[in-house]
């Protein structure tokens, strides 16, 4: 009843062209042209291949599986309720779309790349010149700022490998209270500010999944014999 509420897709620009993804290693469940739909606690997230009949499919399966588990509202309703589908989640983001944000993060299904979008990458990076210039931060400061920077980690797993200082750091502050920076801190978070930037600017998705290798060897890296696979 409520497909009324699903507007045409939004496109970007012809002009831009498609990314290539590459072979994965894993099968992953379901058609390749069918679409899939993914439920994450009380975000729904619907996929699929643009065609003409999966427009139609794919923008009313969401609500044809919140209407078939719950009954619709009757006008004389003993206690007031709304209907299962909210009309105003549906109008921000139940239109299919090539560009969407997916749990905190912009994913771009042209161009294959996942972001941190632009007002978090603004309000993150001018909270971490603040803390930069005062050179020190409250145990508050540094939890908020840890579960950024570890959320941005997601996209560039390496970064992670520049967060151990700044939880040394957390930990000391949960009981000496406020903690100045020292030199290697600030050579860090001045090296996270870049991953931010790297960050909003997108991450190839290609690099992000369980992908077919390329190229296999054979190596020894021990003079007793252990051998390692790569």
């Not at 939004?10 to 831009?16: F, N, P, Q, S």
């Not at 749990?103 to 042209?110: C, E, K, S, Y």
């Not at 941005?152 to 920076?181: C, E, M, N, W």
């Amino acid at each position: 009843p409520q497909q009324e509420h699903v507007g045409d897709p939004v496109l970007l620009d012809e002009a831009i062209p498609f990314a290539k993804a590459r072979e994965m290693i894993v099968q992953l469940p379901g058609s390749d042209n069918d679409g899939a739909v993914e439920p994450y606690i009380d975000d729904i997230i619907t996929a699929m291949l643009d065609t003409p009949l999966n427009r139609q499919r794919i923008a009313a399966a969401t609500l044809l599986a919140i209407h078939s588990i719950s009954r619709p509202v009757s006008d004389d309703e003993p206690l007031p309720r709304d209907d299962m589908a909210s009309i105003k989640k549906l109008l921000a983001e139940g239109t299919p779309a090539e560009v969407a944000c997916l749990l905190g993060w912009d994913a771009d299904t042209r161009r294959l790349l996942l972001s941190l979008p632009h007002d978090k990458f603004l309000a993150w990076s001018k909270d971490m010149q603040r803390l930069l210039q005062h050179g020190k931060a409250t145990r508050a400061e540094l939890d908020t700022l840890v579960g950024r920077l570890n959320h941005v980690g997601y996209i560039i797993p390496a970064a992670r490998h520049f967060l151990s200082r700044l939880r040394d750091l957390l930990q000391l502050a949960k009981t000496a209270g406020v903690q100045p920076f020292d030199t290697e801190c600030i050579a860090d978070l001045h090296l996270w500010l870049k991953f931010l930037q790297q960050a909003s600017n997108g991450i190839n998705m290609n690099l992000l999944t369980y992908r077919q290798p390329t190229v296999e060897y054979l190596s020894d890296a021990c003079e007793h014999g252990v051998g390692g696979h790569s």
